[in-house]
């Protein structure tokens, strides 16, 4: 069970960054497929997730409209398109990916089963 983040890096801030997360073992047959952030002295908070049955996806408000979660099926992957970056949006971003529990768009971190490693975005002013 495997989850691999990647494409972080320095952007200036209103760039644009993807990052992807690529799934192996158990977590490719998960319901729910997410991303966290956690900023350095903050608790990690939900950003985006996308549901495996139907495609369908949220997001915090904080990013709506600027960033767009998608999946490729055939490379168990998911993307995280994100837009019009700003300062505070560094942080090290998460992907999780989890069962269904009772909620069918969950933005708790405890209701994800896996995690990847972190790939950090820093976005400079």
């Known amino acids: 069970v495997q989850l691999q983040a990647s494409g972080g890096g320095l952007v200036q801030a209103g760039g644009s960054l993807r990052l992807s997360c690529a799934a192996s073992?158990?977590?490719?047959?998960?319901?729910?497929m997410g991303w966290f952030r956690q900023a350095p002295g903050k608790e990690r908070e939900f950003v985006a997730g996308?549901?495996?049955?139907?495609?369908?996806?949220y997001y915090a408000i904080s990013v709506k409209g600027r960033f767009s979660i998608s999946r490729d099926s055939a490379k168990s992957t998911v993307y995280l398109q994100m837009n019009s970056l700003k300062p505070d949006d560094t942080a090290v971003y998460h992907c999780a990916a989890g069962y269904y529990r009772g909620r069918y768009y969950p933005r708790s971190g405890s209701e994800y089963d896996y995690w990847g490693q972190g790939t950090l975005v820093t976005v400079s002013s």
């Open positions: 996308i549901r495996r049955s139907d495609g369908n996806t």
């Open positions: 073992g158990r977590s490719v047959s998960t319901d729910v």
